[in-house]
């Protein structure tokens, strides 16, 4: 199956206590779309850069096999920048600056050999944004909806025409309680069910992630990491794990999601370990199917023995 | 096995966003030794309480078959008094009294049939008196130990003696980091296993509940609860199902461990569905093998049936 990612390709400046790094690669498509490609063969990306883009990234995706036809250049513009610090534990951050350049006018028009993409990664932008896109889009097998709490408060209405057409929503634990206006996460997930997507995966940082499907809920740990240099982009790289993997299965059934969920919090783990996108640039097979494992035993529960003693 | 628990015997006066109960029967001690007694035969409290204690609390914990012949009655003292609110996420909460009354003297004395105690759970205590128990029990298999940010802060050093003996440390995610001195979970845990306890339990309230043991790591889920009334006595009530699994067992392999978290964890998921001890008076085995089965289920990673598709 085909997945088309679209989102932000952009220039990231990042702090964290212990280094940083400046005007490097990043953005929620960029991540996304190279974690997807370690799980299925035909990605394409759609985003927007500025005149300002080097040559040598758009070869990066290029190289990698993403299709880039929908990247589309302002040549008079300026690529979208994001300037970050990360606290003292890397759970929380502060937004130094957002320059959204060229992303402010975005308005994609999706080329026609994107039109048939059957798994739909919509990154987190303007709502508005994700429905021009779903509007191109001819009968999608699953659409997938990242989304934020500055659009669950700027852009409600729009956001909730939105999750009409999404089947699976993916948004951390505190904007699925912002969004649907809940302390309690198991309502919440219930309240936003009847907005639309019928599969909610929420994310909890360095405590996993939950899936809710059809009757069943889900619990996939994080890997307990000694050494996380860099979080930026984890949550996007979940996205494009989990929906390479539903591409590659091809199916839709609860295990395949639940399968997906693992495979997105494997690609994270990965993600983190280096700064920006650099230690998912040359993953092996091996390497993605071994931590797998890690994660499976990570919370298998052993059958008891020989008890009561 | 037999396990002796000691900590606190208290009245506690609990509110929540929804609801309030005044000077109903708690303490660590109580529900620790509760939820272990569904699980071992053999379960002995150490606790002091003041003249205001009803007769009819202690019939409860008899009737049960706990062993109060270390239950130190100081007739012309008061009851140990605890007081909170709880916010409206029910994640934190805020300590509106604690009277200590009989327990600022306690220097408890055990029984001498208390003294061949299998497994020792040292409650949330000044280490000074947690000591003071090691020093009487002779020869334990396992020594179970909780404490708290108070006495991280104000008495380090004794708590370092302490963990010197202890085989088991249980604290929450906060704690284990301010204990090391490191905001990163794997790397506080690596350095707490240095101060003395091979094995480290760290609970993460509504994120479940992580096993650092010899070379494994292991991650129990919390089940996701749509009606939690009362948060009070979970984690004692974890410390009470995780020694209660393990002296049931009467084995301290990795695989006993990690199914010891998961029990603990079991029997927390019931105490907070009502208020106080309420909702663990009446617990059936089917109830708590039932709910096991739901917790390996929740977080079991299904095999690939067919993929790449």
């Known amino acids: 199956m085909s997945i088309l990612t679209i989102g932000t390709v952009a220039f990231d400046t990042i702090e964290t206590p212990f280094d940083q790094a400046t005007m490097i690669l990043g953005g929620s498509a960029t991540y996304s779309a190279i974690a997807a490609r370690y799980l299925a063969d035909d990605v394409r990306l759609s985003a927007v850069i500025g005149g300002d883009f080097p040559d040598k990234y758009i070869a990066l995706l290029e190289d990698r096999g993403i299709d880039v036809t929908g990247l589309e250049v302002i040549e008079d513009g300026k690529t979208f920048f994001w300037s970050g610090r990360y606290h003292y534990d890397l759970n929380n951050r502060d937004t130094l600056a957002t320059h959204l350049n060229v992303l402010a006018g975005f308005n994609p028009e999706l080329p026609p050999s994107y039109r048939d993409s059957d798994v739909v990664c919509l990154g987190n932008l303007d709502p508005l944004v994700q429905l021009r896109v779903l509007e191109q889009v001819e009968d999608p097998d699953l659409v997938i909806c990242d989304t934020m709490n500055y659009w669950i408060e700027k852009a409600p209405e729009s956001l909730k025409i939105v999750l009409q057409q999404v089947d699976v929503l993916i948004v951390n634990d505190e904007e699925a309680r912002q969004l649907a206006d ?38 996939a740990p994080a890997l307990p990491l000694d050494n996380i240099v860099d979080p930026t982009g984890a949550g996007d790289v979940f996205m494009g794990g989990f929906a390479g993997h539903l591409a590659r299965a091809g199916r839709f059934e609860v295990d395949d999601f639940k399968r997906a969920v693992v495979t997105g919090s494997v690609m994270a783990s990965f993600v983190v370990e280096e700064f920006g996108l650099e230690n998912i640039l040359a993953l092996t097979p091996e390497q993605i199917d071994g931590r797998f494992e890690v994660f499976k035993a990570l919370s298998a529960v052993p059958v008891a023995v020989s008890e009561p003693a």
Do not use: C, Y
Request: proline content about 5%; glycine content about 8%; overall charge positive.
């Open 182 to 219: 809940d302390p309690n996460l198991v309502r919440a997930v219930s309240k936003i069910r009847a907005m639309g997507p019928a599969t909610i995966v929420v994310k909890k940082g360095e405590h996993g992630a939950m899936l809710f499907h059809e009757q069943s809920i889900f619990w």
